[in-house]
Each structure stands twice: as structure tokens, then as C-alpha cells.
């Protein structure tokens, strides 16, 4: 199998204003493309929805060398229920800090990282150390499992990830020493990724895509989507193949060939984020029915 390597972790969003202010102005991330789509994409990507929706990566550099965000925003849903499944985003960022204590986002501390919630949830852990400039300031990305030994079978022995550590109540596991690593953490509990679930996506030679599916189908694990091929429009089409963990949490093997032409960073994307927010007239329509946009 050829090289694999990460790409990005996908958060569905309800609020697109705060998010967007959330990423650019406390992250301080940048927007790297935004895309417009009429009708719900036919590999889930923005979860089990058939209407208008946008897809915006945002990180600290491209995909090509940097674990980037894609925040996927459904016109019709106001917000989404938080499960235990995902645990968190590891970065390394004193301007981070800096910039939430500036702006008076909320703070919390564990260990020796500082928290801060996304809208809807979601959590970051934020080292208090200058965020580097060489390399990505994106550590590792974390999720929540049932049966840490299971997971760690899983993910190591069908996907073929490296083990790095492991204790009773953690493993971590990547495919490079250098880049965004994954960290599972055993829960204690069933998982529950009610209806904010994400998905975590990886690229490799599209040539590879049939083996990783044919072989999650001879261990008799789950794959959410066959091998199909995706448009963008104006863009590289792209083929994928979705998987399942024991847990349920999404795993996207794209053909990087392609999607090195995709992933290119759009220097318009910051514009094009602005005024689709702006056009978005969904919560105003809401507004005058005396109702807020509904929860999914």
C-alpha cells in the first residue's frame, strides 16, 4: 500500500457566523475553500441531508502538508446534538490563548492544556507554548472508544496504522511520526454520536482505494460507501471510500492524485465565506415565523 497521510477531521455546524468567527479570529486559521452545493452529497459529507449545504476547510496551511478542519453547514438546521464520540483537537498555540483571553471566549484548564469549545461543542486542547512556524501546529486529533483494544486492532492491524504509545486508557496511532497523529481514549462506555458525528479523512493512491475497501469486507467490518466518485463543481473529481469503526466513527479514504488538485488552496475562499454568510436569509425566514431553526 502507498503512502497514506492525514487530511482533516469534518464538524457539522450550526451556526456559521460564530463558527466562522471561532476559526478565523481565535484560531486564527485560514479559510483555504468554501464550496456551495445544491443537493446533499451522495457519500454522506454533510451527514443523512438532501438539501443546500456548504463545505469551508479551514486550517493553519494546505492539506498538503497540514491537518485542516471542514466545517459542513446545512441551510435548514439551526444546531445538532452532541454525542461522547468525539474527544478532541491537540494544538500547540500560546496566540491561541492569547487571543481567547482577548476576546473573552471561555477558557478551562486540564492537565496542562487549555480548553476552549467551538460553537456546538466541540473541544480544543491548546498547549501553552509558541505556536510553531516549521511545522503543524495540529497535534493529534481525538476520539472516544468503547473497547480501547478493539479499536486499537482496528485501527493498527485492518488500517495499518503505527502504534506510537499505549497505556490501559489511551493509545496513540499514525501513519508518520510528523504529521497529525490519533489518539482513542478509552470511554468506559457505549458511544454515542447522536447527531453532530463527524468523520476523519485520509488520502492515499487511488490505485489502493479497492484493497482497503475489499479488506474491511473480508473482516466483516462495516463500509458506509463503496468505491464512488464524487464531483465538486468547476473541480477535481475525487473517489472515495467511507469506512466504519467498531464504534461507528467515519473513516474517508480518498485518491490523493485527485485530491492534491481539489484540496488547492482558493485564495478567494475568505470572500466567498463572507458573502454566502451573508446571503444566508435561513434564520432570518425563522425569525419572522416566531421559531428558531430546528435541531437535527
Not at 59 to 83: A, M, Q, R, W
Not at 95 to 119: F, G, H, Q, T
Request: aromatic share 10%.
Amino acid at each position: 500500500m502507498g503512502t497514506i497521510r492525514p487530511l482533516h477531521f469534518v464538524f457539522k455546524v450550526g451556526d456559521r457566523a460564530r463558527t466562522a468567527h471561532f476559526y478565523r479570529d481565535i484560531l486564527g486559521m485560514k479559510v483555504l475553500r468554501h464550496e456551495e452545493f445544491k443537493e446533499g452529497c451522495k457519500a454522506a459529507c454533510n451527514g443523512p441531508f438532501d438539501g443546500q449545504w456548504s463545505k469551508t476547510m479551514v486550517g493553519y496551511g494546505p492539506e498538503d502538508d497540514h491537518f485542516v478542519v471542514e466545517l459542513t453547514y446545512n441551510y435548514g438546521i439551526g444546531s445538532y446534538k452532541l454525542g461522547n464520540d468525539f474527544a478532541g483537537f491537540y494544538m500547540k498555540s500560546r496566540e491561541v490563548i492569547e487571543r481567547a483571553k482577548e476576546n473573552d471566549w471561555p477558557l478551562s484548564m486540564e492537565d496542562s492544556y487549555c480548553i476552549l469549545e467551538a460553537p456546538g461543542g466541540y473541544k480544543f486542547f491548546v498547549m501553552d507554548e509558541l505556536q510553531p512556524t516549521d511545522h503543524d501546529p495540529v497535534l493529534k486529533v481525538a476520539l472516544n472508544v468503547s473497547n480501547l483494544p478493539k479499536s486499537v486492532k482496528y485501527w493498527a492491524g485492518l488500517l495499518g496504522m503505527t502504534v506510537y504509545s499505549k497505556t490501559d486508557a489511551t493509545a496513540e496511532l499514525g501513519y508518520s511520526e510528523s504529521k497529525c497523529r490519533l489518539l482513542l481514549r478509552a470511554a468506559g462506555q457505549t458511544i454515542d454520536r447522536a447527531t453532530a458525528f463527524g468523520r476523519v479523512a485520509f488520502s492515499c493512491p487511488a490505485a489502493d482505494l479497492p484493497a482497503i475497501e475489499s479488506s474491511a469486507a473480508a473482516a466483516g467490518h462495516t463500509i458506509l460507501t463503496p468505491l464512488v466518485s464524487l464531483d465538486t463543481p468547476g473541480k477535481a473529481t475525487v473517489s472515495v471510500v467511507i469506512l466504519a469503526d467498531p464504534d461507528g466513527h467515519e473513516i474517508c479514504f480518498v485518491g490523493d492524485e485527485a485530491f492534491s488538485e481539489l484540496s488547492k488552496v482558493d485564495p478567494k475562499a475568505g470572500r466567498l465565506l463572507s458573502e454566502a454568510i451573508f446571503a444566508d436569509k435561513s434564520a432570518n425566514w425563522y425569525a419572522k415565523k416566531g421559531k428558531q431553526k430546528p435541531t437535527a
